[in-house]
C-alpha cells in the first residue's frame, strides 16, 4: 500500500552538520581556550603553595581552569562519539525560524573564558595594586556574549534563516550544508533515487546528480532515515533503484 500524498503546504526541515564542520569548530576551541586554560592552571597550582590570598587565588585559578579543561573535553568527546547509539535516534524536523540550538543557548566556554579573564584581571590586581582596564572591558563582553548577547547578534543578522538544513516538500528539495556546498532541485527533475543503507544519490535528467551520506553528517544515519521516510509521501513517483556507488 501506497504512503498518502503529503499536503501541498508541507515542509519537513531536518538540522544538517557536516562532520569537517564540527571539528573545525572542535579545533578553534581547543585552539582558542586551550593554552589559556593550561597556562592559568599552572599559575594556580603555583599560588596553592604560597599562603594568604594568593593560596586563595590559586585554588580558585585551578577550579576554573579545570572547569574549562572539563568543557573542552565534552566537547571532544561529542566529536568523538559521533557515531554513537543516539545517531539512530530519529531526526526531529526544526522550526525554521528558531535559532540554531549551539546559538539558543548559554555558551559556557565563553562563561569560562570570561572567568579566566576575570581571574586574571584579580592576578594581576595581587600583584600590583593595580586594575587592567582592558581586561575587565573584554571579561565583561566575553560574558554578556555567552549569556545572551550573542542570540541578540544571531537575530538581529537573520541567523535563523542562514542555518545549515535540508528542507523537504512535496515540489522538490532544498539541501544547505554550508556556503560552497549546496544543492536544490524539483522532484519533476529527478530521475531516480537510489537508497542504500547509509546513503541516498539523487540522479537528474540533465545529468547531474547529488549523494546524501551518512559519513559527511553528524547524525548523519538519522538523517538518511528522515529523507528515506519522507520520500513516499513527498515523491511517490520516484522509485527506489539500486544502492549508490
Given at each position: 500500500?501506497?504512503?498518502p500524498?503529503a499536503?501541498a503546504?508541507?515542509?519537513?526541515v531536518?538540522?544538517?552538520?557536516l ?8 579545533l578553534?576551541?581547543?585552539?582558542e ?18 599562603g594568604?590570598s ?7 585559578e585551578?577550579?576554573?581552569s579545570?572547569?574549562l579543561?572539563a ?5 571532544l568527546?561529542?566529536?568523538v ?17 528558531a535559532?540554531p ?9 565563553g562563561v ?7 581571574l586574571?584581571?584579580?592576578h594581576r590586581?595581587a600583584?600590583t595594586g ?5 581586561f575587565?572591558?573584554?571579561a565583561a ?6 549569556l545572551?548577547?550573542?542570540r ?5 543578522v ?5 542555518a545549515?538544513?535540508?528542507v523537504?516538500?512535496?515540489?522538490g528539495f532544498d ?7 549546496r544543492f536544490?532541485?524539483?522532484w519533476a527533475d529527478?530521475?531516480a533515487a537510489?537508497?542504500?543503507?547509509d ?5 537528474l ?16 544515519a538519522?538523517l538518511?532515515?528522515?529523507?528515506r ?8 513517483a ?7 556507488p
Amino acid at each position: 500500500m501506497s504512503a498518502p500524498a503529503a499536503p501541498a503546504g508541507e515542509r519537513i526541515v531536518l538540522p544538517v552538520q557536516l562532520r569537517r564542520q564540527q571539528r573545525v569548530e572542535l579545533l578553534r576551541g581547543l585552539l582558542e581556550h586551550g593554552p589559556a586554560a593550561v597556562t592559568l592552571l599552572g599559575a594556580g597550582l603555583a599560588g596553592v603553595g604560597r599562603g594568604g590570598s594568593a593560596r586563595v587565588l590559586g585554588v580558585v585559578e585551578v577550579a576554573a581552569s579545570v572547569w574549562l579543561l572539563a568543557l573542552l573535553g565534552r566537547e571532544l568527546r561529542h566529536v568523538v562519539r559521533a557515531d554513537d547509539d543516539a545517531s539512530a535516534e530519529a531526526l526531529a524536523p526544526i522550526d525554521e525560524t528558531a535559532l540554531p540550538a549551539r546559538l539558543a543557548g548559554v555558551d559556557w566556554l565563553g562563561v569560562a573564558s570570561a572567568a579566566l579573564l576575570a581571574l586574571e584581571v584579580w592576578h594581576r590586581w595581587a600583584e600590583t595594586g593595580r586594575i587592567v582596564r582592558p581586561f575587565v572591558l573584554t571579561a565583561a563582553f566575553t560574558l554578556a556574549m555567552a549569556l545572551g548577547g550573542r542570540r541578540l547578534v544571531a537575530r538581529r543578522v537573520g541567523a535563523a534563516s542562514r542555518a545549515p538544513r535540508l528542507v523537504l516538500t512535496p515540489e522538490g528539495f532544498d539541501y544547505r550544508a554550508s556556503r560552497r556546498k549546496r544543492f536544490a532541485a524539483a522532484w519533476a527533475d529527478v530521475a531516480a533515487a537510489e537508497s542504500g543503507p547509509d546513503a541516498i544519490q539523487f540522479r537528474l535528467r540533465d545529468g547531474r546528480d547529488f549523494a546524501l551520506r551518512a559519513r559527511d553528517h553528524v547524525r548523519g544515519a538519522a538523517l538518511v532515515a528522515a529523507v528515506r521516510d519522507a520520500l513516499p509521501r513527498l515523491a511517490p513517483a520516484l522509485a527506489a533503484g539500486a544502492p549508490p556507488p
